[in-house]
């Protein structure tokens, strides 16, 4: 068991660019969605996982994840999640407080980039890099798994300028 406490921020420029460490291509799927949990079929690269997540808008959540063979996710996500999955690509970046995860959305949530930042506790002081805006970690249109089934380019013009 794991707990997952992080801070989500949408991102203003892009000057984080000039710090990736990292570059992932993430395609992921939900299987089911309920005021529990979330159960999400991941693949990254070349790796892939079976997620649990416990469901909320605290920065803290209950986590579980499991590597699984490729095959296997590529076959779950045509089966269960043929047409509602998310395709993003994910930039570890370097900053003075740690590893930030930006996530370049496409498809239907082409224009959102949002950032991530994983806290060892709940109050963990962070220096927020310039490239950070908004912050939207209790805000659940954000959520992955939101995103899936109201994407960001159906929001209303001023869903969009949170």
């Known amino acids: 068991m794991a707990d997952e406490i992080e801070r989500k921020f949408l991102v203003s420029n892009s000057e984080w660019q000039s710090n990736i460490a990292e570059e992932l291509h993430i395609k992921q799927g939900y299987i089911a969605v309920n005021k529990r949990c979330a159960i999400r079929i991941r693949i990254a690269n070349t790796q892939a996982t079976f997620n649990i997540k416990s469901a909320g808008l605290d920065i803290a959540r209950k986590e579980y994840e499991y590597p699984i063979p490729i095959d296997d996710a590529e076959e779950m996500l045509a ?82 300028e949170h």
Do not use: M
């Open 79 to 160: 089966q269960f999640c043929p047409d509602q999955y998310i395709e993003k690509t994910r930039y570890r970046v370097d900053h003075e407080t740690g590893i930030w995860e930006v996530d370049v959305f496409e498809g239907l949530n082409k224009g959102l980039v949002v950032a991530e930042i994983e806290l060892k506790s709940r109050d963990q002081n962070i220096t927020l890099p310039d490239w950070v805006g908004t912050e939207v970690s209790g805000d659940a249109k954000y959520l992955n798994n939101n995103l899936v089934t109201k994407p960001f380019r159906t929001w209303a013009a001023a869903e969009r």
